[in-house]
């Protein structure tokens, strides 16, 4: 991964590269709502933009990790409110990865119309997906960085270019004002749901705050970068949207950019409609090769995004560490990129663009809406904290400085996510059904691992990684400890303790999953009432278990009851379950008999019981064996290990 290499150049390269995108496939969509109002409702849209970059420009600074709004909801609010922001976004990525390898086969068409249907047409949108995720499990590097800004800027240049062009050959204010009926062409709610449209664009802004903590810039160059993303948003998308009402205006309530091919791939239709000779031609084939190449860049910002997202789900334990797994050397997120890129190719066959728009809409303003929030909320809570970058706008009110701009942001973000459930109930349905599924899945994450839902829980990154490499301190993000009731049960915390502490106050948090398994017999119901002497053992020992292990730097302790018919069984079930990456046990007394341990010869099967010889047998991940020493004293560190790396590792 890259550290701190990053400036402002690369991070409005990423901001632009969504904000193009987005006038390539969703300005068509646009003006069939806001018809006539279209370069209002792109002005006011900037407008939005603006507040949102101040927002996120401020976060970013003050919280430098990855994961935009949800990192700034964590530090407001809690974990609950930090996933449901996180879910939102992830929601938004994967239908901007569908959308732009969708619009980018219609931009094809300009060289030969065949690519942009049929068969064809959804081979080509697949393989840009493919090649996305593959891109993104490869990584960023500084190479990808310098050619993404030579597009901006080339691209940027074009658009320029059309809107001269455009505002010479085509402009017209008649074909602009004439067909405005305020209120009927367009009515209020197409007005309002074209506006919350024009919110695709601001994906940027969460891919570019995904890169906090490998960007190095300071508080002059977080200033430029605001004002420049503000600049360009003002010229292309008011210009463009300018020229594109003149080239195609409104006919009898229906706008000419909503008619046809012009709403797959409407500024082909703006530059066909110049209908000028050669020049037509040429900003024809032109905008066509920098619409592949934009939205090509813009889905890969968006799985980029994506990934930086999951990481951080999967560091703050709010999706299962086996969905963030790192690639064993590239250290990006596989498992999510490889399960978001099919989502994208499912999306891919019945799509339908204004539809995945809306549902885009909901997501976007939920995420927003949070964001802006959590800025006001962190005014008050980290107040005296330095801010590399600090919004205008202040005023004082209740012992601390509330940014206006965070507020309207709040307000309007609100005002649009109301009015794509109102007026796309069927975007609504699908956003909410998203939702409901993100919040079971971390609330059942969350209670079967024994966490808190709203308190942070981290996993270091290195648990993350597939490799594996000789047991060292703080090589463990997560551990699980089976408690006995025994004297080992403090020396198998002790080990644990050790292999997950990490070194330094800014050391990833470790968890030891400490457990205590009931083994109930086939003679009484699995829910069966337990003994009390046995219920207070357990928690005498888990509460021992959580005081030791604590006292390790960086690590917690996660405390559980399970009941089982079988220990051996419950322990891997707990380990596979748990996602954990190692399990310290206990392992029985060793073997007294002619031919063990005390002989020098032995195997397994005589060093070990049966509980343990299952547990090495069937555990998903490494197992580290905790014995009494040879003289029956358990005085010191424990005798020795035996450790058992999972299939397919590199075993210690």
């Not at 086969?105 to 249907?117: E, K, N, Q, V």
């Not at 960023?140 to 505002?167: K, P, S, Y």
């Not at 309007?412 to 007026?423: N, P, R, W, Y």
Request: charged letters at 15%.
């Amino acid at each position: 991964m890259v550290r701190r290499t990053l400036g402002s150049p690369a991070l409005f390269a990423i901001v632009y590269s969504a904000l193009a995108s987005a006038l390539f496939f969703s300005l068509g969509v646009v003006a069939k709502h806001a018809l006539g109002l279209t370069p209002i409702v792109f002005l006011v849209s900037g407008l939005f933009f603006v507040l949102g970059a101040m927002t996120y420009v401020e976060g970013a600074s003050l919280h430098q990790e990855r994961g935009g709004s949800t990192v700034f909801a964590r530090h407001a609010f809690n974990e609950l409110w930090s996933f449901v922001a996180a879910w939102a976004i992830l929601l938004d990525y994967t239908v901007l990865i569908a959308v732009c390898a969708f619009s980018a086969t219609s931009y094809l068409a300009a060289f030969w119309d065949p690519l942009g249907h049929g068969g064809i047409e959804y081979a080509i949108a697949a393989s840009i997906v493919i090649l996305v995720g593959v891109s993104n499990v490869r990584g960023l590097t500084l190479g990808r960085m310098r050619r993404l800004n030579a597009l901006v800027i080339a691209d940027f240049a074009l658009q320029v270019i059309v809107i001269v062009v455009g505002m010479v050959l085509v402009f017209n204010p008649d074909k602009l004002v004439d067909p405005i009926r305020l209120g009927h062409s367009p009515s209020w709610g197409q007005l309002l749901f074209g506006l919350t449209l024009t919110a695709v664009a601001f994906t940027g802004l969460e891919s570019a705050s995904g890169l906090a903590g490998e960007v190095r810039i300071g508080r002059a160059g977080l200033r430029r970068l605001v004002g420049a993303s503000a600049a360009t948003v003002m010229v292309v998308y008011v210009g463009i949207a300018v020229v594109a009402m003149s080239a195609l205006p409104v006919d009898h309530g229906v706008s000419e950019l909503s008619r046809g091919n012009n709403l797959e791939a409407p500024l082909l239709g703006v530059v066909h409609a110049y209908d000028h000779g050669w020049i037509s031609d040429v900003l024809r084939y032109a905008v066509g090769v920098s619409a592949v190449l934009v939205l090509g860049a813009a889905a890969n910002s968006a799985m980029l995004g994506l990934s930086r997202m999951g990481y951080s789900l999967a560091t703050n334990r709010q999706i299962p560490s086996a969905v963030g797994r790192l690639h064993p050397s590239r250290a990006t997120p596989y498992v999510l990129i490889a399960i978001a890129a099919a989502l994208a190719l499912a999306l891919l066959a019945p799509l339908q663009l204004d539809f995945l728009i809306g549902i885009y809409a909901f997501g976007s303003m939920l995420a927003f809406t949070i964001a802006h929030l959590a800025i006001c909320v962190l005014r008050y809570r980290e107040g005296d904290r330095d801010r590399p970058y600090r919004m205008p706008g202040s005023v004082r009110i209740g012992g601390g400085d509330l940014p206006l701009p965070a507020v309207f942001g709040a307000l309007l973000s609100a005002a649009g996510f109301v009015c794509v459930v109102v007026l796309r109930p069927e975007a609504g349905l699908v956003g909410f059904g998203w939702l409901v599924a993100g919040l079971l899945l971390y609330v059942i994450y969350r209670k079967r691992s024994g966490r808190s839902l709203l308190r942070r829980a981290m996993i270091a990154e290195e648990a993350l990684r597939v490799e594996w490499s000789t047991p060292a301190e703080g090589e463990f993000g997560s551990i699980l400890v089976p408690l006995t009731g025994g004297r080992l049960d403090e020396d198998l915390v002790q080990t644990a303790g050790r292999l997950a502490a990490g070194e330094g106050e800014d050391s990833a948090s470790a968890v030891i999953e400490a457990v205590w398994i009931f083994q109930v017999p086939m003679s009484l119901p699995l829910d069966a009432s337990l003994p009390e002497t046995q219920l207070q053992n357990a928690r005498r020992a888990l509460a021992r278990a959580k005081l030791v292990g604590e006292e390790y730097e960086g690590v917690e302790v996660a405390t559980a009851t399970v009941r089982a018919r079988r220990a051996g069984e419950a322990i891997v079930d707990e380990a596979r379950r748990r996602g954990v990456e190692a399990i310290v046990l206990a392992a029985d007394e060793p073997s007294r008999v002619r031919g063990g341990a005390l002989f020098g010869g032995g195997s397994l099967e005589q060093l070990v019981g049966d509980v343990t010889r299952y547990v090495i047998a069937k555990a998903p991940c490494r197992v580290i064996l905790t014995a009494p020493p040879l003289d029956g004293h358990a005085d010191g560190a424990p005798a020795g290990a035996v450790t058992r790396p999972r299939d397919g590792a590199r075993g210690g």
